[in-house]
């Protein structure tokens, strides 16, 4: 490449030199300067910029049995000059840019390596997690069950909570792990005619225990009816199942004591549509768009606790449904979770 340019550069040279000063020459010295700024040094396409302009100038003057030279072809010449400074300003500035746009490139490509390491470690971790996790829970029952010797009241009731807590943290870590897993292989649904009212009493039944100790109240409706309806959907019971649980839980944890979360299940010819009300604190308007991003965790008191992935673990168990979720404040307080599924016919008995 640096023999090409050099020959274009000698061959305008002596179309410069062996014609009258009249013909100006001197834009075809850009050719060579453009493909130097491409592949050579800065420093060699700045000097060669400089060369080109004072062998265009001085074709003035040299050879010196030039006939006189009229003020039109100095100017032009000038002219000449100023277009190859541009040239290699811009082709100078082009490079740098270029430079500029790799090393962000590259520090993009090096970022998405750092954060694919993490979520391969996280992943990694959270699965080694699960087997000491459930030794630990087991050996715990086990005790609670007297395997070990008597086991008092009092000590019951430390080997339940402990028991609890390990299981909050299991149900993190397999979160966690369906969490990867989905956004990497995509969710995988196990499709068949879904009651959502008899997925909606069963989760409200295994969370008893838990309004009972935030003293919450939860209560399950369905909309303008009085009587028990039947909403159903063609979708996987035991994924959507999760997503009574999260929404369910979200609004206990932060409901003030003695609140009421309200299960409201509605009926339509085409969609069939799930909200669970509370009495909290509400959601900051800027918040909502995010609340279902990945470990997101926002500023206000509703998201005070929480890993920030039951909600995005939601979302994208109703998406891989063809659904849609959201969430909305209340008046005059609380916030509304809800989300809305195709409609399917109820199976043939």
Same mark, same amino acid.
């Given at each position: 490449?640096?023999?090409?340019?050099?020959?274009?550069?000698?061959? +305008?040279?002596?179309? &410069?030199?062996?014609?009258?000063?009249?013909? +100006?020459?001197?834009?075809?010295?850009? =050719?060579?300067?453009?493909?130097?700024?491409?592949?050579?040094?800065?420093?060699?396409?700045? @000097?060669?910029? %400089?060369?080109?302009? $004072?062998?265009?100038?001085?074709?003035?003057?040299?050879?010196?049995? @030039?006939?006189?030279?009229?003020?039109?072809?100095?100017?032009?010449?000038?002219?000449?000059?100023? %277009?190859?400074?541009?040239?290699?300003?811009? @082709?100078?500035?082009?490079?740098?840019?270029? /430079?500029?746009?790799?090393?962000?490139?590259? /520090?993009?490509?090096? /970022?998405?390596?750092?954060?694919? $390491?993490?979520?391969?470690?996280?992943?990694?971790?959270?699965?080694?997690?699960?087997?000491?996790?459930?030794?630990?829970?087991?050996?715990?029952?086990?005790?609670?069950?007297?395997?070990?010797?008597? +086991?008092?009241?009092?000590?019951?009731?430390?080997?339940?909570?402990?028991?609890? !807590?390990?299981?909050?943290? #299991?149900?993190?870590? &397999?979160?966690?792990?369906?969490?990867?897993?989905?956004?990497? &292989?995509? *969710?995988?649904?196990?499709? !068949?005619?879904?009651?959502?009212?008899?997925?909606?009493?069963? +989760?409200?039944?295994?969370?008893?225990? #838990?309004?009972?100790?935030?003293?919450?109240?939860?209560?399950?409706?369905?909309?303008?009816?009085?009587?028990?309806?039947?909403?159903?959907?063609?979708?996987? %019971?035991?994924?959507?199942?999760?997503?009574?649980?999260?929404?369910?839980?979200?609004?206990?944890?932060?409901?003030?004591?003695?609140?009421?979360?309200?299960?409201?299940?509605?009926?339509?010819?085409?969609?069939?549509?799930?909200?669970?009300?509370?009495?909290? %604190?509400?959601?900051?308007?800027?918040?909502?768009?995010?609340?279902?991003?990945?470990?997101?965790?926002?500023?206000?008191?509703? /998201?005070?606790?929480? !890993? =920030? *992935?039951?909600?995005?673990? @939601?979302?994208?168990?109703?998406?891989?449904?063809? =659904?849609?979720?959201?969430?909305?404040?209340?008046?005059?307080?609380?916030?509304?979770?809800?989300?809305?599924?195709?409609?399917?016919?109820?199976?043939?008995?």
């Amino acid at each position: 490449m640096f023999g090409l340019i050099i020959g274009l550069f000698l061959i +305008v040279f002596v179309l &410069e030199y062996t014609t009258p000063p009249d013909y +100006v020459f001197g834009y075809l010295y850009s =050719g060579p300067i453009l493909l130097a700024s491409m592949r050579l040094e800065r420093r060699l396409t700045l @000097s060669l910029t %400089a060369i080109a302009c $004072v062998l265009t100038l001085l074709n003035v003057w040299l050879p010196s049995d @030039s006939p006189a030279v009229s003020v039109a072809t100095i100017t032009s010449r000038l002219i000449a000059i100023l %277009a190859l400074v541009v040239t290699g300003g811009l @082709s100078d500035r082009n490079r740098v840019f270029q /430079q500029q746009v790799l090393q962000q490139q590259a /520090q993009i490509q090096a /970022q998405a390596q750092l954060a694919m $390491v993490r979520e391969d470690f996280a992943s990694t971790l959270a699965h080694d997690l699960k087997t000491p996790l459930l030794g630990a829970i087991e050996t715990l029952k086990a005790f609670q069950n007297g395997s070990f010797g008597v +086991v008092q009241g009092t000590q019951q009731s430390v080997l339940g909570t402990m028991v609890r !807590s390990h299981q909050t943290t #299991l149900q993190l870590v &397999e979160t966690l792990l369906d969490v990867y897993r989905n956004d990497n &292989e995509g *969710l995988r649904l196990q499709r !068949s005619p879904v009651d959502l009212v008899r997925l909606a009493e069963e +989760v409200i039944a295994t969370l008893t225990d #838990l309004a009972a100790s935030r003293r919450v109240h939860l209560s399950l409706n369905y909309g303008a009816s009085d009587f028990r309806q039947f909403l159903w959907v063609n979708g996987d %019971a035991g994924q959507l199942q999760r997503v009574f649980a999260n929404l369910l839980t979200n609004a206990i944890n932060h409901s003030p004591r003695g609140g009421r979360v309200v299960l409201a299940l509605e009926s339509r010819a085409t969609d069939q549509t799930v909200q669970v009300m509370d009495l909290g %604190a509400g959601v900051r308007p800027d918040e909502v768009p995010q609340l279902f991003e990945r470990f997101y965790q926002g500023q206000s008191d509703r /998201q005070a606790k929480g !890993s =920030g *992935l039951g909600l995005y673990l @939601s979302r994208q168990i109703i998406e891989a449904h063809g =659904g849609t979720i959201w969430a909305a404040n209340r008046q005059p307080t609380g916030a509304i979770f809800a989300f809305r599924l195709p409609a399917c016919p109820p199976p043939s008995v």
